[in-house]
């Protein structure tokens, strides 16, 4: 996926965080996620979306940029945000 289509998900992402009234905030890596309130993991991944818009920029980091844009996605649909269809679609080149 290009840098491009990267940071137009990232974009529509943090829009719709925002819009919702979620705020940015990181889960500790000790806390069980199976505990957290979907308002928390929805904050996590708003949290994320930030290290991505750093990582698109570097060519070194094309690995962690979608590994992190593949986590934010993950909880989005385990916060019950969007289906992994929704994913797909938002993965996929516009024709």
Known sequence: MSPRKIS???SKYEMEL???GIKRKRISVDRNWA???RE???GHAYYLLG???KYVK???KVGKTGRHLGSVQTILMAAGW???RD???HNRPKT
Do not use: D, F, Y
Request: glycine residues 4%; positive net charge.
């Open 8 to 10: 137009q998900i990232v």
């Open 18 to 20: 925002k819009k919702a």
């Open 35 to 37: 505990l957290c309130s």
């Open 40 to 42: 928390e993991l929805l």
């Open 51 to 53: 290290g991505i818009r």
């Open 58 to 60: 570097k060519r070194n």
């Open 82 to 84: 969007q289906t992994l």
């Open 87 to 89: 994913s797909m679609e």
